[in-house]
């Protein structure tokens, strides 16, 4: 016990991490392993080096002997031993492949492979006749996989080197298993080639992964095409089975037929023209992506090669395709989803995965390569250093991918050797981060030392994607002192059309002006831009994004803190690129209040503002400016210019619902009609008190951005003033908040429209309460007791605006309800408005206010059930549509599914007329009948770029439910 208690603690201090279980091995082998022991020190994982060499040398004892005779021998198998403890057992169950690895080549793998399973490798069909075959097949793989396992870790064979044997290998094993798969089939009248795609065709293959292939046959001359492709089917399947069936040496991988053409649901095997006829009409360009790595690897390599020809033209003119800046996005989202979606331990699809540079890389060959033949290669390392040769990608990006991509696939392939098994996963456990950390030479703290380079290539990975298509635009058009090649204007205008710009002439012109010179923002301009593109690029229109940034930035480009904000807060850049490539309007507000850009930092920056807070804002900037009511209104029009935009903005970023936008536009214009209202009030000081009564949406705390603001006004002489002198002074008051309001600025106008008021234009623009009464009292209409469901206090004299709502209570909520003829005139008014009001030309359907379905339906059947059941239901009460309808719901005067459905339509409809205003910066009511316009409105609303049809599809089928209902509670069909 004494001397293992020794054994343990030396073997503890040379590296072992289990040394007492190191010392129990070494004591139950028969063998002297001491001078071993001290090669062990090196390797990755010494404890189960040990543990798989002494069941090794207890099946073999001569391996000793071997080892200690021949160092390149050692050094190999110690190496595989600490690395894989699947290769471990492998060699534990055939001992003999040991010698395998003292030789420094090995011979052709196709032959080999194909000797293995009774095959002659001369023959131009070769068929197996082994009686183990599948076996026989999986040992003789696995032995030359140790073998080149051996020369990787021991560095005697580059990454390159390794994955390109690896998909030799791969392809000798197809053949192999084909040749098993003709003893089960007859195919003597099929031509049959398997193409090899993916990593595979790439020749980068992994140590343990699928196998993506296409298959292509083609009827021998005189043969039956159907009876062939039936014959070639079967082959395929059965060459699949001889790689996937469980033996006792288990299964070689999948192989993988997905990329082929209607990937799963469609044919196994194809003839050529097939495969070409589906390719021209009908392929999609993430299939010619896929068919940049298409190589002839097993079978008749005549007929791949002729394949390969053929559809290398369409890959190559895959950039001219009409909808390839449409699919492009689409599979740039589809990356981002994946990074997004897996954890930040996935080498390959994680952020600043393997997935981040291969996509990256085969994108710019596919917008490039069309023009420059030199950029066509296979494999993702010699395809980037040809971009950078190019100009394509910038040298310093191009190495540092280049590093990033050779890390991380190393790292890859020491994960799969452990256990032979297909993983992409960091582990987080320490023994397993301190293997991989020995295996790549780390020896002080391979723990710590793993995890920092990993994050570091990983996050430099990351950080070169995001603007590898954007950097070499700057040195295009900006005439940077740099040695290296440039991308040409033709190139950087075809990459950025290709990333969805429709003006790239223009666009090189934004980038010019933005990136060229010496200056100090100009460095800064030029650090940025290459991710704003990309950001822009993910824009509905990326043009605009463009334009607006360089128009914001000629504003603000000499403030200190613009600049350098927008460098250091990734949120407030992101967001600012998102509101100008999808708002006109707001790109508009921002022109004119730039400074507001501080406020896209954070989602607590883009809350609504209480209405106390703005007031207070506002009757400050009034009470600075007294006696100069013009220079006043102008600062609380700045005001209300800022929180528009804040409202926008936070609306653009799923803020807030289409609810709370009415209601902050609303009390934004309640703010500055108070505003505006005291700076005029001194025309009637001492006087007359005066108020102002919202009407219509602003009534009804459902604003748009479009929204007039719907008025009436009233007023009430003070004591001892004639009445005469005091509505003189009223009109004078009511015009002069008008003017101000109207005045020449840079900011969206506030319309003041008091056409609700009693006999409309024709009628006094102000009255008293008495006078209000009076005509109520005598002539109003039925129409007008409907405008009055939405008439509240909104600004002024608040006593006055209560006495003014509390008169009208008794006309818009009847006592005893509506009467029948009453009801009849209110539904005739509204089938008349349906004919008549309808603007010439527009689409019944598209329309959001007056079509079927729409807002004039929804609260034409919530403002009649108040007309007749408010008088006596106190909670009817309210000027908000959707509070209406709840109300009417409780009350049992409506059933809850036609509510859900009556306000579905009406947020939808609010939805797009505000999305109007957003993306075009002008009012409009129809879903747009252009396809480009219905699809930035759809992309604003929340669908993704190619979503424009069931954008519309959606309006379509919410409309028609809700007419339905209309039809029913409003006109009791």
Known sequence: MPRIESTAARLAKLGFADGARAAQLVRQSEADLDDVLESLVDVADPDQALASLTRL?????????????????????????????ALGEHLVRHPGQVALLAQPRLGGARAELLRAVGAEPDESEPLATAPDALVALRVAYRGRLTHL?????????????????????????LEAALAVARTEVEAEEVRFAVIGMGKCGARELNYISDVDVIFVAEPREGADEAKALRAATRLAQAMMRACTATTPEGSLWEVDAGLRPEGRSGPLVRTLASHLTYYRRWAKTWEFQALLKARPVAGDLELGAAYVEAVNEMVWTAATREDFVEDVQAMRRRVEAHVRAEGERQLKLGPGGLRDIEFAVQLLQLVHGRLDPLLRRRATLPALAALSRGGYVGRDDSRGLAEAYSFLRQVEHLL????MRRTHIVPTDEADLRRLGRALGMQADPVGEFTARWRRHAMEARRLHEKLFYRPLLQAVARLPESEARLSTTAAAHR?????????????????????????????????????????????????????FRQVSDKLGSTPWYLRLLRDETAVAARMARVLGTSRYATGLLMHAPDAVAMLGSDAELAVRSPESLLGEASAAVSRHAGDPETAVAAVRALRRKELFRTAVADLSGLIDIEGVGSALSQLTDVTLQAALDAALSRAAGTTSFAIIAMGRLGGMECSYASDADVVFVHSPLPGVAEREATDAAFAVANELRRLLSLPAPDPPLIIDPDLRPEGRQGPLVRTLASYRAYYSRWSSPWEAQALLRARFSAGDAALGAEFTSMVDQLRYPAGGLRDEAVREIRRIKARMEAERLPRGADPALHTKLGPGGLSDVEWVAQLLQLRFAGTLPSLRTTRTLDALRAAVAEGLLAPADEAVLAEAWRFASRIRDALMLVKGRPGDNVPRDSGERKLIAQTLGYPPDGSEDFLDDYRRVTRRARKVVDRVFYGA
């Open 57 to 85: 040398i207890e099946r073999e004892p001569a391996v000793l002997d071997a080892l200690r005779a021949d160092e390149h021998l050692r050094s190999g198998l110690l190496a595989v031993l600490g690395v894989s403890a």
């Open 149 to 173: 396992a051996a020369r990787d870790l021991t560095g005697q064979a580059t990454l390159q080197e390794v994955t390109a044997e690896l998909s030799d290998l791969a392809g000798a094993a």
């Open 416 to 419: 799969q050797l452990h256990r």
């Open 496 to 548: 950025l059309e290709a990333l969805g710009y429709v003006d790239p002439t223009g666009a090189l012109r934004h980038i010019a002006n933005l990136a060229t010179g010496v200056s100090r923002r100009a460095a800064i301009q030029r650090t940025l831009l290459p991710v704003m593109l990309g950001w822009f690029a993910d824009t509905p229109d990326p043009d605009a994004a463009l334009l607006g």
